[in-house]
């Protein structure tokens, strides 16, 4: 999701915090490409090995999780041993024309549909739909993409406003998985936090986990 919607989600946001954010955003991607794939490999095993063993993955009855691109932390290998571990996982449809998403259960990571953005992403099939209803009576878990965040919880995402519209109304646990290169000490004091910017409960790295303040 990585470009979608970015300009007009961020046609709102002051000029000089819009600057801030894509000079970060810029400096994120720079970094995170320059990391050998066998490195990015060893360090995504062990962030979903961290997250794997936490209480709030053991206890939760289904996960919302994007689907990891070639340089985000990884989530294939997690959607497959959710599947195994009997968990239900559901990955998200851009819902076109809008800043939502629909949630589809999958059993693997078979057929699967290339979207407008050119990502991947289950078919629009009403059988498999995630009602939101159901969240409220299940442990839910949501995985929330990012391109770093800091130690207070709080992202930088990638501007198209997917999870913003999001988060607000999932009532479960949500987490941010984190290379400890891309963890910051604070997105605030950077000048790039917006009123509306939600901190995830988790931050899982390959070397700790941390509880969020701001969630």
């Known amino acids: 999701?990585?470009?979608?919607?970015?300009?007009?989600?961020?046609?709102?946001?002051?000029?000089?915090?819009?600057?801030?954010?894509?000079?970060?955003?810029?400096?994120?991607?720079?970094?995170?490409?320059?990391?050998?794939?066998?490195?990015?490999?060893?360090?995504?095993?062990?962030?979903?090995?961290?997250?794997?063993?936490?209480?709030?993955?053991?206890?939760?009855?289904?996960?919302?999780?994007y689907l990891s691109t070639e340089r985000e932390v990884d989530t294939r290998d997690l959607v497959m041993h959710a599947i195994a571990d009997g968990k239900r996982v559901a990955l998200p449809r851009c819902v076109p024309g809008t800043r939502e998403m629909s949630w589809?259960?999958?059993?693997?990571?078979?057929?699967?549909?290339?979207s407008s953005f050119g990502i991947e992403e289950p078919p629009d099939e009403d059988d498999t739909l995630v009602r939101p209803n159901t969240l409220k009576h299940a442990r839910a878990l949501a995985i929330v993409p990012a391109l770093a965040f800091d130690e207070t919880g709080l992202r930088i995402g990638y501007g198209g406003g997917f999870y913003d519209t999001f988060l607000p109304s999932f009532p479960g646990t949500t987490v941010g998985l984190c290379r400890e290169s891309h963890l910051l000490e604070s997105l605030a004091a950077r000048g790039v936090v917006e009123e509306h910017d939600r901190a995830v409960n988790l931050v899982v790295t390959e070397r700790r986990i941390i509880e969020a303040t701001h969630a």
């Open 1 to 65: 999701m990585e470009k979608a919607k970015h300009d007009k989600a961020e046609a709102a946001i002051p000029h000089g915090e819009t600057t801030r954010k894509s000079n970060l955003r810029a400096r994120l991607k720079a970094s995170r490409a320059a990391i050998p794939a066998d490195e990015r490999a060893a360090i995504d095993a062990a962030i979903c090995e961290c997250l794997v063993e936490t209480s709030e993955y053991e206890k939760c009855e289904i996960i919302l999780t």
């Open 104 to 114: 589809h259960l999958v059993k693997g990571l078979d057929g699967l549909v290339t």
